[in-house]
């Protein structure tokens, strides 16, 4: 026969066991905030940022464009007439082509990149789409770049920035928030687990005398939530890379106005003065990245074919009604200076550092390019 015990009993009970939580907690909060006092954060912004070119030889890359000089033949700058042969049409009449991409009655058919290298990630894909990556000899999706590589504004090889993307990221870090990175960990100077913050800060970047972006200046953190992303990641051999996730920062025109990438992935490494550089990859919208681009089309851009070959290239998140994929892989390459960050109330939460992340600290990599690459 079970005895129940008495309510004032129980009572009693329960108010120990809530003390002994409380205890607990309170001795738990003590030990977390004494290990988060000892760790180290140390903050960057970005200061460059574009999709991950890589020409060393155009002709290993595109060998039809590189025996044809006047190899772009359809720039079409006019919306109201079709400048192809062939026509867009809806409800079987006449249309503007770029207003109407899909009307078009087959694909252009641009070439695309052949060359075996790029830099990125292999985020999973199928074998027949892989690159090979020139640093670290992995294979790699990156079906964007294979479907604009062959586009004249993209012919470049960094630290030299695409030209389609020059002018805009100029613009924008003049007049828009920057991007700013947190990195924590125990002790940053060696291998081990770190925590990667991302957010917008509340004003622009600042320029140095040369034109760049200065290392060292305070910049605010934005605290509204939607460009909040908090990333686990380790430090090894001087790399740090992070655990594959989701990344979502508001972006402003004439650049992105997204930088939106699903199965995301990260490596940096420290070059002189304590600036990182490196790569994000992963899937990205290939709807908004063709609207983005055709929206300031560049000299030397086949805005059509390139619509038609993101569409027919895209790798992942298939409609589940057409079957076209939605997404598409993507490599960024980006660079980053150390800067103070701060919250809007004054505390400051990552210092400026030259040390290089995990001790190590690489030449940069023009210096380290052969000269027979030719850039």
């Given at each position: 026969?079970?005895?129940?015990?008495?309510?004032?009993?129980?009572?009693?009970?329960?108010?120990?066991?809530?003390?002994?939580?409380?205890?607990?907690?309170?001795?738990?909060?003590?030990?977390?905030?004494?290990?988060?006092?000892?760790?180290?954060?140390?903050?960057?912004?970005?200061?460059?940022?574009?999709?991950?070119?890589?020409?060393?030889?155009?002709?290993?890359?595109?060998?039809?464009?590189?025996?044809?000089?006047?190899?772009?033949?359809?720039?079409?700058?006019?919306?109201?007439?079709?400048q192809r042969d062939i026509p867009a049409l809806v409800d079987g009449k006449p249309a503007p082509a770029l207003d109407y991409p899909d009307a078009l009655q087959k694909d252009p058919g641009i070439e695309t990149v052949v060359g075996k290298y790029a830099y990125g990630f292999d985020l999973g894909g199928p074998a027949a789409n892989?690159?090979?990556?020139?640093?670290?000899?992995?294979?790699?999706?990156?079906?964007?770049?294979?479907?604009?590589?062959?586009?004249?504004?993209?012919?470049?090889?960094?630290?030299?920035?695409?030209?389609?993307?020059?002018?805009?990221?100029?613009?924008?870090?003049?007049?828009?928030?920057?991007?700013?990175?947190?990195?924590?960990?125990?002790?940053?100077?060696?291998?081990g687990p770190v925590t990667v913050t991302l957010d917008r800060t509340l004003r622009h970047l600042e320029r140095d005398a040369a034109g760049g972006v200065r290392s060292g200046v305070s910049y605010v953190l934005d605290p509204s939530p939607r460009s909040h992303n908090v990333l686990s990641g380790e430090i090894k051999d001087g790399?740090?890379?992070?655990?594959?996730?989701?990344?979502?920062?508001?972006?402003?025109?004439?650049?992105?106005?997204?930088?939106?990438?699903?199965?995301?992935?990260?490596?940096?490494?420290?070059?002189?003065?304590?600036?990182?550089?490196?790569?994000?990859?992963?899937?990205?919208?290939?709807?908004?990245?063709?609207?983005?681009?055709?929206?300031?089309?560049?000299?030397?851009?086949?805005?059509?074919?390139?619509?038609?070959?993101?569409?027919?290239?895209?790798?992942?998140?298939?409609?589940?009604?057409?079957?076209?994929?939605?997404?598409?892989?993507?490599?960024?390459?980006?660079?980053?200076?150390?800067?103070?960050?701060?919250?809007?109330?004054?505390?400051?939460?990552?210092?400026?550092?030259?040390?290089?992340?995990?001790?190590?600290?690489?030449?940069?990599?023009?210096?380290?390019?052969?000269?027979?690459?030719?850039?």
């Open positions: 026969m079970r005895i129940e015990p008495s309510p004032r009993r129980a009572a009693a009970r329960h108010r120990s066991t809530r003390s002994i939580v409380a205890t607990v907690a309170v001795a738990l909060a003590w030990v977390l905030a004494a290990s988060a006092a000892s760790a180290e954060t140390r903050g960057y912004v970005v200061s460059w940022f574009a999709i991950a070119t890589n020409n060393p030889d155009f002709a290993q890359n595109c060998p039809r464009a590189a025996k044809d000089p006047n190899r772009v033949k359809f720039v079409v700058v006019d919306t109201e007439v079709p892989k690159f090979i990556d020139p640093d670290t000899h992995s294979a790699v999706d990156d079906q964007l770049w294979r479907a604009i590589g062959c586009t004249s504004g993209f012919q470049a090889t960094p630290p030299v920035l695409p030209y389609n993307e020059t002018a805009p990221w100029g613009t924008m870090i003049d007049t828009s928030p920057a991007y700013a990175i947190q990195v924590s960990g125990a002790d940053l100077s060696k291998d790399v740090l890379t992070i655990n594959p996730g989701y990344i979502y920062l508001v972006g402003d025109m004439p650049f992105y106005t997204q930088i939106d990438l699903k199965n995301a992935h990260m490596r940096l490494r420290s070059q002189p003065d304590g600036e990182v550089v490196g790569y994000w990859g992963g899937y990205t919208d290939w709807h908004a990245w063709v609207y983005t681009f055709t929206a300031r089309p560049a000299g030397g851009a086949d805005n059509l074919g390139i619509y038609w070959a993101l569409k027919r290239l895209a790798d992942a998140d298939p409609d589940p009604v057409t079957g076209q994929n939605q997404l598409i892989s993507v490599t960024w390459r980006m660079e980053a200076v150390p800067a103070f960050l701060a919250t809007n109330d004054g505390k400051v939460v990552a210092m400026a550092s030259s040390d290089g992340l995990g001790g190590k600290v690489e030449q940069p990599m023009e210096a380290q390019r052969p000269a027979s690459s030719g850039q």
